[in-house]
């Protein structure tokens, strides 16, 4: 795999593991790859960032409006 064939793929992963547990050799491959790639690193952190942010602001959004 090329390096643009393999970032893109390890985004896929890493889009993946937000839902779901990848599956070992998705998840070693993906370790591998973040080990090497700087780049991938900064998306993993990001993607990190906006799922963190999102859970916060459902958080929010449900304490301001309680179904009860």
């Not at 985004?11 to 839902?19: K, P, R």
């Not at 090497?36 to 304490?63: G, N, P, V």
Request: hydrophobic residues 35%.
């Amino acid at each position: 795999m090329n390096s643009i064939t393999s970032c893109k793929h390890a985004t896929e992963l890493m889009s993946q593991a937000l839902d779901t547990d990848l599956a070992f050799g998705n998840r070693s491959w993906l370790v591998t790859h973040l080990m090497m790639c700087h780049k991938c690193r900064e998306c993993q952190r990001q993607l990190q960032l906006l799922k963190e942010a999102t859970a916060m602001r459902r958080k929010l959004m449900e304490d301001l409006n309680p179904k009860d």
